[in-house]
Structures are given as structure tokens and as C-alpha cells.
């Protein structure tokens, strides 16, 4: 159940920053958007905030969140997997950015 609860905080964790990738506008990057937008719950939408910004996957200025370089190369290899569909990529992707681990 825990590795279950894991994976569904990373499913999410990807969706929000490959919505970021996705969106130049500020109005799509508004922290009360995403709530609205990528339909989360509250909680759920502070929790993939929290995760990404401790991972140093984000920044959070006037309530707008950027990526930052380490959240714009996990984007570019996350579609690089979504894409090939190769594990081994994957594998880089856990390696390089240790979400979780501290």
C-alpha cells in the first residue's frame, strides 16, 4: 500500500510539472489555478507543491511557479520515457533526481 501511495504522488508529481512545461502563461501557473485546472483537492495540490519545491524541482514567486533547471531536464527525460517507453530511462530518471530520499 505504501509503494502504491508512492507511485500515485509521482503519477501526480509528473502531471504537474509536465503542466508546467506546457504553459508559459502565468494565469496557468498561478498556484490556485492548478488546484482548479488538474482537478486536485487542496491537499493533494499543496502536497505535489511541497514535494516539487523540496526537490528543487520548482520555484514559487507571487503565487506563480516556475521550473527550474533541475524540474525542466526532469520534464525533457520523463517525455523522453513517456515517448520510448524504454526502462532504462526510467532507471536514469530515479538515479539523477532522488525524489523521495531525503
Do not use: C, P
Not at 9 to 36: G, K
Not at 78 to 84: E, F, G, K, Q, W
Amino acid at each position: 500500500m505504501f509503494r502504491q501511495s508512492r507511485q500515485r504522488i509521482e503519477v501526480s508529481l509528473l502531471t504537474f510539472l509536465l503542466h508546467l512545461n506546457n504553459h508559459d502563461s502565468e494565469n496557468e501557473r498561478r498556484v490556485a489555478h492548478l488546484q482548479e485546472h488538474i482537478n486536485w483537492r487542496k491537499v493533494k495540490a499543496n502536497s505535489v507543491l511541497q514535494l516539487a519545491e523540496k526537490n528543487n524541482m520548482i520555484t514559487i514567486d507571487n503565487q506563480i511557479v516556475s521550473l527550474t533547471d533541475k524540474g525542466l531536464e526532469f520534464t525533457e527525460k520523463a517525455l523522453d520515457y513517456i515517448i520510448t517507453n524504454k526502462d532504462e530511462k526510467i532507471e536514469d530518471m530515479k538515479d539523477d533526481f532522488f525524489l523521495f530520499r531525503g
